[in-house]
């Protein structure tokens, strides 16, 4: 089943390791960004998968491009026009020091995305999937009516939908309220994807109490997965991740996802030494895509879903460079990191 995407994709400039921002005169560039990332995530596992954005017409553009290219994205739903490409300068937190992000994307090509920039009809030809992220919504108006015009001819296509309620605090500037826009998008989700804050401050969806301190009420996560499902009548699922923080370095990393029927939690990964947690949450959702359209079975898509996610913790960047079968060894409890030989 082919899965298109669309959103935006910046220029991650990042400090060495784990350095403070201009502790050294270097910045590593690489390309990320969530929608991209969950088909850079699925094109490297065998599904076929489509990016949809507008790209500056300039080198950096072109080189963005190539990158996708080179991952087996399908970059024909890209555009190019006038303008230029978002940058986020990326700080990677150690221990007690939390990771920083610094946004400078204002004014980029996909906030001025026009209505009839992309041609949906033939960017969901062939397709069976539709992905977007809150993000895209919350970078400008224009790109938040791209996004809504994007879900509906997606529903309307029959294309089955997936929302990533990515809440951005730092991006909500234009004037509207998060939850008006995000929950119109959600209406045309049959699969909803996020944490609590996610679902509190994008859907107004009350969550469970002590999620900030890490904790893990999973009846608080269940109830709060029913409300989300009876507000939005079209959605078959409501999944959440279940990160509990110790630090920078170590979190444990879990999910639930729930139907109207039940809701079911997978097996808990402790993971030390994080080497990057960027993109998380985009390989969780790309690896739901990929175990429900394989699978076709909740519990094991969940579990596929938790395990490429895992992994990802391990990957610097934004790309989820994970192998076909990796995941699967370690759902399978080949968690031992030793040599491949």
Known sequence: MKVVTFGEIMLRLKSPGQERLFQSPRLEATFGGSEANVAVALARLGLPAAYATPLPDNQIGRECLRELRYHGVDVSPIVFKPGRMGIYFFENGANQRPSNVIYDRAGSTIAEIEPGDIDWAAAFAGAGWFHISGITPAISQKAA?????????????????????????KLWKYGVKAQDMMSRIAAYADVLIGNEEDYQKSLGIEGPKGASEGSIDREGYAAMCARALAKFPKAKYAAVTLRESHSADSNDWSAMLASREEAIVSRRYSIADIVDRVGAGDSFSAGLIYGLIAYGEPRKALEYAVALSCLKHSISGDFALVEPGEAEKLMGGDASGRVQR
């Open 145 to 169: 009516d791209a996004s809504l015009a994007a879900a509906k001819a997606a529903a309307e296509a029959g294309l089955t939908v997936s929302f990533d309620l990515n809440f951005r605090a």
